[in-house]
């Protein structure tokens, strides 16, 4: 493994990669094709990248954005660009005028180059990669067009007084309701959700609407891992119309069980998941439908979510946001949260 022998690096959960890009990815079936590929210097491999096609995104956008992701290679700038050129070669071909990531394979799954905070672990379903890559990438052609970050919030602390009152207001309003999500009506839960993602994150750079495929499919890894407690709907009148997603930081996991290979590490890893007591979570999405973003109903779910939280964990990590969604930044801090790492997606033109 490439990067095993950093004390930072997680290994990815035994099959996840095959399947996001093997002959039974939703991706491949639903939104496109992905291309992979690998450097190799004296018959061993030095790196490896995958062309993308987002059908999806460019139809949704008007775009001709090619993308490129699963990018990992060694400290050498000649396999970074070489891989880089293979790549831009394939998407060029494919009539698309500029190549964006990294992406794997979607900006709905993890993304991002991580440029601060590589000293240690990162959360569940958020990339990792050794300091050097940021310069390598810049070497390699390739120049950064987004900047994401993300927050931690402590959650042993109390949230301002002023967020409290707002919030206490809200909850005594009769026709707002805040309620967990209910695993065992979970397709129509998640019909819900696809319907509020859809919704809510239209304003995001990027953004193109998911299918209801990609979230059924997730819900067997959903039901495995997820704390029904801490993934949130609020509700106008018994009607959802917006959401939290959140869900323990299973890296904890992943990261424990990392000395041990095959069989051996999947089997410590079911026995940690459940014996072994998490202490962080990752709120993933938060959203609210257009029509009600200006009644307080995100700084609702905000309060909601880390106060239930609060109950099992350490801390939330709130990932990943935009620099300049000022809204949700302005949030984690008021909540006491600081900035713990930052990501980039660079892009290059194919002209």
């Known amino acids: 493994m490439l990067h095993g022998t950093d004390p930072a690096f997680t290994p990815p959960f035994p099959g996840s990669v095959v399947g996001l890009i093997g002959p039974k990815s939703v991706f491949l079936k639903k939104h496109g094709e992905i291309t992979p590929l690998i450097a190799y210097r004296d018959g061993k491999p030095v790196g490896r990248i995958a062309a993308i096609v987002n059908r999806s995104h460019n139809a949704h956008n008007g775009d001709k954005v090619g993308f490129f992701g699963f990018f990992d290679f060694i400290n050498d700038s000649s396999v970074a660009k070489a891989l880089v050129e293979a790549a831009a070669a394939i998407l060029k ?20 180059v991580l440029t601060e905070g590589n000293e240690r672990p990162t959360f569940v379903s958020m990339p990792w990669n050794p300091p050097y890559y940021a310069e390598v990438y810049k070497a390699a052609g390739l120049e950064v067009v987004r900047t994401l970050y993300a927050y931690d919030i402590p959650l042993h602390k109390e949230p301002p007084e002023r967020v409290t009152k707002i919030v206490n207001w809200l909850k005594k309003r009769n026709n707002v309701s805040i309620r967990t999500i209910d695993m065992k009506n ?7 959700i696809h319907r509020l993602y859809n919704q809510c994150l239209d304003r995001n750079w990027g953004f193109y609407p998911i299918a209801l495929d990609d979230l ?30 959140a869900l323990p ?18 089997l410590e890893m079911a026995l940690r998941l459940k014996f072994q007591r998490i202490k962080t979570d990752r709120l993933t999405v938060l959203g609210v439908e257009p029509d009600y973003r200006d009644k307080g109903l995100s700084a609702l779910l905000f309060f909601e979510s880390f106060r239930i939280a609060k109950a099992k964990y350490e801390v ?11 809204e949700i930044l302005e949030g984690a801090e008021l909540m006491w949260g600081c900035r713990s790492r930052t990501y980039e997606i660079f892009e290059k033109s194919l002209a």
């Open 93 to 112: 071909e494919k009539g698309l005028t500029s190549m964006r990531g990294p992406y794997n394979p979607s900006i709905n799954d993890d993304c991002g």
């Open 186 to 192: 979970l397709r129509k839960e998640l019909e819900s």
């Open 216 to 245: 059924l499919h997730t819900a067997d890894d959903l039901k495995a891992i997820a704390d029904p407690s801490i993934i949130l709907f609020v509700c106008i009148d018994g009607r959802e119309v917006g959401f939290t997603l």
């Open 249 to 266: 930081n299973v890296n904890e996991v992943f990261h424990a069980s990392r000395g041990r290979t095959g069989i051996l590490r999947f």
């Open 316 to 326: 939330s990590e709130v990932s990943w946001v935009e620099a300049n969604n000022v």
